[in-house]
């Protein structure tokens, strides 16, 4: 039975502790994800080494997945000093996951801005290879760059994008936002069909390892409008898409053994009822 790991994006709801009592609190409900969230960082990690260190012991303890979320200002497709400063914040947050034990740093890779797909793209696989370049020279091959399937459709970052530039840059991988894909695609990932389909392309593209034990994912509910995400929405919203318990079957079906992060306003409270969903369709045999 494949078993998926749940847990908030940011401080569990209700939680006023310290950041590296977090682990903790999450497998007193349960939970054993955790994406830590590095979005507001400039070029310095914001956090002490001693604290991310701390939060690394108490995540290995608590068996917490560790994850994080980087810079939302970051548009590796702007500007050349807009490429510049995304980079610096881009080592900042890979720097700082290193000392947490994050597996994976992950981000919204640019904006379109009047550009061609094409050249967007271009530009931001050249960004992309000067930090593996970096990452290279100090040790920190082993966190991935998760790319994540963007909301907007004015952002690079459909599934087609993220998928090609994870085989040509070392250490990028894909993040499926279920809800970014729905909302970009103006409502597509209906049917468990549609969610199939989606896994079919990551699979003939990154092999099937990648697609059964090693997918790291988004979810919430979105509400949308012509250029995509407007706002995200819990998980018992249910007139907004995409469902939950449709992925969940989909991902049971293919074998798929993911990371899922709830990105909804109630973070933790939803992500414990993700994980009771996902056992039922599971078969509640799993531990
Ligand atoms: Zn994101």
């Known amino acids: ?47 002490a080494m001693s604290k991310a260190k701390s939060l690394k012991e108490e995540s290995e303890k608590y ?28 080592k900042a947050a890979l720097t700082a996951a290193s ?15 009047g550009r061609s797909h094409r050249d967007a793209l271009d530009l931001c696989r050249q960004a992309l290879k000067i930090i593996a370049d970096w990452m290279e020279m100090e040790n920190l091959s082993g966190i991935y760059l998760g790319l994540e399937t963007t909301g907007k459709r004015s952002q690079l970052g459909s599934i ?58 988004h979810y919430s509910r979105i509400e949308y409008g012509k250029s995509g995400e407007r706002e995200h929405h819990n998980l018992d ?20 053994n993911p990371t899922i992060i709830c990105e909804t306003p109630l973070l933790d409270i939803d992500a414990v009822k993700m994980k009771s969903i996902w056992r039922n369709l599971g078969g509640e045999t799993l531990v």
């Open 1 to 47: 039975m494949p078993i998926a790991r749940f847990g908030p994006a940011g401080k569990p709801i209700g939680f006023n502790g310290d950041i590296d009592e977090i682990p903790r609190y999450l497998y007193g409900e349960g939970l054993d994800a955790f994406e830590y969230q590095a979005v507001r960082w400039g070029s310095r990690p914001q956090i």
């Open 63 to 90: 068996n917490t997945k560790l994850s994080m979320h980087a810079s939302y200002f970051i548009n590796l497709s702007g500007r050349e000093d807009v490429v510049k400063d995304s980079i610096e914040r881009l």
């Open 99 to 113: 000392w947490m034990g994050a597996y994976i740093v992950v981000f919204h890779p640019g904006y379109y801005g």
């Open 160 to 217: 087609d994008e993220v998928l090609e530039l994870s085989i040509s840059v070392p250490y990028a991988r894909p993040v499926v936002d279920w809800a970014h894909l729905y909302a970009r695609e103006l409502g597509s990932i209906k049917d468990k069909d549609d969610i199939i389909a989606v896994l079919g392309k990551l699979e003939k593209v990154l092999g099937s390892d990648y697609v059964k034990k090693e997918m790291h994912c």
């Open 237 to 256: 919203e249910k007139s907004y898409g995409p469902d939950f318990d449709t992925i969940a079957e989909a991902l049971l079906e293919i074998g798929v």
